[in-house]
């Protein structure tokens, strides 16, 4: 397992239970008072059966994490009731049928701008099907590693 499969449930509960860790980039935009237009973020725990998935927003900013099983896509009503357009990040935490079971659907119906994973493999045909979806979107994959920042808008994630 690479470092991002050991460290992923941590990313998870640090996005969660730290605010997101969304930081404020520094390019941010100013308000006329001179303070920080930073948006809140928005945590929603979407109920997908045996698993959770996790919607997180600050305005500009959406974070999908984990899509459920490929038998039950509540996940998709969920998204259309709230009004999800795009997806910055689809972060699939491990290759599990119940983790990554509808990203296939969700990378055929939104916008996905990027795409991380673990990296470690399996040979279920969920897992295959993924992949392939991943290779047909125009999403670009990462398997992100501790230590690393990304920025997304106005929004910075620290691994």
């Known amino acids: 397992?690479?470092?991002?499969?050991?460290?992923?449930?941590?990313?998870?509960?640090?996005?969660?239970a730290v605010g997101c860790d969304f930081e404020e980039s520094r390019g941010a935009e100013r308000d006329t008072d001179g303070e920080s237009a930073w948006n809140h973020a928005e945590i929603v725990f979407y109920d997908v059966g045996q698993r959770d998935s996790t919607l997180l927003r600050d305005g500009e900013t959406t974070i999908l994490i984990d899509t459920g099983r490929h038998?039950?896509?509540?996940?998709?009503?969920?998204?259309e009731e709230d009004?999800?357009?795009?997806?910055?990040?689809?972060?699939?935490?491990?290759?599990?049928a119940?983790?990554?079971?509808?990203?296939d659907v969700i990378l055929n119906q939104y916008?996905?701008?990027?795409?991380?994973?673990?990296?470690?493999?399996?040979?279920?045909?969920?897992?295959?099907?993924?992949?392939d979806a991943i290779l047909e979107s125009d999403a670009d994959y990462e398997e992100p590693r501790a230590g690393m920042i990304r920025t997304l808008d106005n929004s910075r994630l620290r691994l």
């Open 83 to 96: 009004e999800v357009g795009t997806i910055d990040l689809l972060v699939l935490t491990h290759p599990h």
């Open 1 to 16: 397992m690479n470092s991002l499969g050991k460290w992923m449930p941590v990313l998870c509960l640090a996005l969660l």
């Open 111 to 131: 916008d996905v701008s990027e795409v991380w994973m673990s990296g470690e493999e399996h040979t279920s045909l969920t897992y295959e099907r993924i992949v």
């Open 71 to 79: 038998d039950d896509d509540r996940i998709l009503s969920y998204l």
């Open 98 to 103: 119940d983790h990554i079971g509808n990203a």
